[in-house]
């Protein structure tokens, strides 16, 4: 927080200090006015984009993701969400997002919950700065990583604040600060609670440069800096990590949107006996509009993940993916993605027979599969719903980790 109140500090000098200063002529800044200038709903000086989530309202197969005593049943998630802009005399914007949703089961009603999703932003708007200042609570459950199966409850609280420097017309510089505060629901899982091993603290900071190799693509370098801490004084998770990414992103205007992201990350476990990580990783989402009809998107992803698996602190997850949309009409799609991921572990747990001999011991690796397939139909310009099928494997090395789920749901995409 005193990282956050030392850049708004020095916007507010800037501002007050910057005679020329005028609105959003940073590349940031003009991509906030655009969003601001086609959200739907105008009132007074208020402009609002409404949405409707509406995810997998149809059928799953297998609740809990067990190889065994498999639990079906029929489910929705729903709620609005909103982006509301408010300008103020052309160098303050603030904006809000808020989503409550509704998880809905038919029988399984211990899995209905509400979940909520609210962040709010301040941005000054200057000549060659955008100063801008973040805040975040969502409260949810909902699975967030490919290792555990069951949905417990997780509150998160942020705080950003970033300073972005237009240096020319083509260089720009940001630096960022970044507090998350992760609270879980305490929960057994397979022998673990899940609040006392992962609720923690996270703080990163980054410096970014960016390059402007065209209107629509930029060209950046990030280094960044992590802490970890845990709140069980007992955990032997703690940990930092220090990593440089570089890559290129898109304009979310373009044919081409999303971005390359790759680097090397050096991750400490602090704990002498746990093992640490020093390799690739990466972020990478792209689509493509290669013609009329035709598009295609690329995923790849690789990064440690904080784990529940016995004395692991992380698992390193991979994934790879692609897909395609077709337009048999123009309001009728088809959607066709797959994925393929691995999880691994770098130190060993225990199987059954529980035991002390060695024999009993071994590193978990995960495989796993993700087919989808899909038809939308165009009910406006950019808003479709579509009827999707959806098949999940993941084989194990260990056999009570074997899940195998298909889903059959109807959704919304503002992305048609």
Do not use: C
Not at 9 to 18: K, Y
Not at 281 to 287: E, I, L
Not at 349 to 354: C, M, S
Not at 392 to 405: A, K, M
Request: positive net charge.
């Amino acid at each position: 927080m005193k990282k956050i109140l030392i850049f708004l500090g020095i916007g507010l000098t800037l501002m007050i200090s910057d005679t020329a200063a005028i609105y959003g002529t940073t590349w940031k800044g003009e991509e906030l006015k655009r969003m601001r200038r086609e959200a739907a709903w105008k009132f007074g000086p208020f402009r609002i984009q409404p949405m409707l989530m509406l995810t997998n309202a149809g059928y799953d197969s297998n609740v809990y993701g067990t190889p065994y005593n498999k639990i079906k049943d029929y489910t929705f998630t729903a709620g609005p969400a909103f982006n509301i802009y408010l300008l103020i005399k052309k160098k303050i914007l603030l904006s809000l997002y808020e989503s409550p949703q509704y998880v809905y089961f038919f029988e399984t009603a211990r899995e209905r919950t509400w979940n909520n999703y609210f962040n709010g932003q301040m941005h000054l708007l200057l000549n060659k700065f955008l100063i801008s200042a973040r805040a975040g609570l969502s409260d949810a459950r909902e699975r967030w990583n490919t290792e555990i199966d069951i949905r417990p409850r997780r509150k998160e609280e942020s705080v950003q604040g970033s300073i972005l420097w237009q240096a020319s017309a083509k260089t720009s510089f940001s630096i960022s600060s970044r507090k998350a505060k992760y609270d879980y629901e305490s929960l057994e899982y397979e022998r673990f609670n899940v609040k006392e091993l992962l609720s923690r603290e996270e703080n990163y900071l980054n410096f970014v440069g960016y390059y402007q190799l065209s209107f629509r693509m930029k060209l950046f370098v990030d280094g960044e800096y992590g802490v970890f801490n845990f709140d069980n004084p007992l955990s032997l998770r703690n940990s930092r990590s220090s990593g440089v990414y570089g890559g290129f992103e898109f304009s979310p205007f373009a044919k081409i949107r999303g971005r390359i992201h790759l680097g090397y990350k050096f991750f400490n476990s602090l704990a002498p006996e746990r093992q640490d990580y020093k390799g690739l990783v990466g972020d990478t989402n792209v689509q493509l509009r290669l013609l009329r009809r035709l598009g295609v998107r690329a995923v790849y992803k690789r990064d440690v993940q904080f784990s529940l698996w016995y004395d692991n602190t992380y698992f390193l997850e991979n994934r790879v993916g692609g897909g395609a949309s077709f337009y048999v009409h123009k309001k009728i799609r088809l959607d066709y993605d797959y994925s393929l991921g691995k999880n691994s572990y770098p130190q060993k747990g225990e199987q059954p027979p529980f035991g002390n001999s060695s024999q009993n011991t071994v590193k978990r690796k995960d495989d796993y599969s993700i087919h989808s397939v899909g038809i939308y139909y165009r009910l406006k310009e950019k808003v479709g719903i579509g009827v999707v099928l959806s098949k999940w494997v993941r084989d194990s090395n260990l056999d009570w980790e074997d899940d195998q789920r298909t889903l059959v749901g109807i959704n919304l995409t503002y992305d048609f």
